[in-house]
């Protein structure tokens, strides 16, 4: 059976070590139960996709014919990497885990990133392409910021969310 282990540092001037809260029942939520996890800033998440889109353009630049689709999937299978990180994600200190704790998997990669490869897709197109991934990107950066939870279309569709990472290890 696969159990999360969580290795905090101790707490600066107690000597106590930390543990992460156990999960706790919500007297107005039906959902399953589970740990609770610092959710992502959305400053932390925008500058780790940047540095993502930035490695998907080098990918297109640097290895030319083929670079368009390095870079289409580096994109997205990029949160697969690393358990559950991408590059600009590994750091930035981020994480994308599932819903229940477990870790991003290559599938659950390409389903939260469908929008942003969506997105790649249009930015080749002159002018028009460049308007459309720039308002589809808007899009995704407004709704990561109303939500409650942080998360964006492609969180909801592949129950993933990006959390903090500082000293978290998560163990198969």
Known sequence: MNKLLWELPLMPGTGEEVRSPEPQESPESNEEDSPEYSK????????????????????????????????????LIADGFFDG???GKKLIRLRTIK?????????????????MGIGYILFFIPYIGWLLALILYSIEGLI???NEKGLRIGDEVAKTWVIEDGGVKVVK
């Open 85 to 87: 990180r991408s590059l």
């Open 40 to 75: 992502a800033s959305v400053l932390n998440r925008f500058v780790a996709k940047i540095i993502d889109l930035i490695v998907a353009a080098a990918f297109s630049k640097l290895l030319s014919p083929v670079g368009f689709f390095a870079g289409l999937t580096y994109l």
């Open 99 to 115: 819903e229940g704790g477990g870790m991003c998997a290559y599938r659950d990669s390409i389903l939260r990133n469908l929008t």
């Open 144 to 146: 990561i910021i109303g």
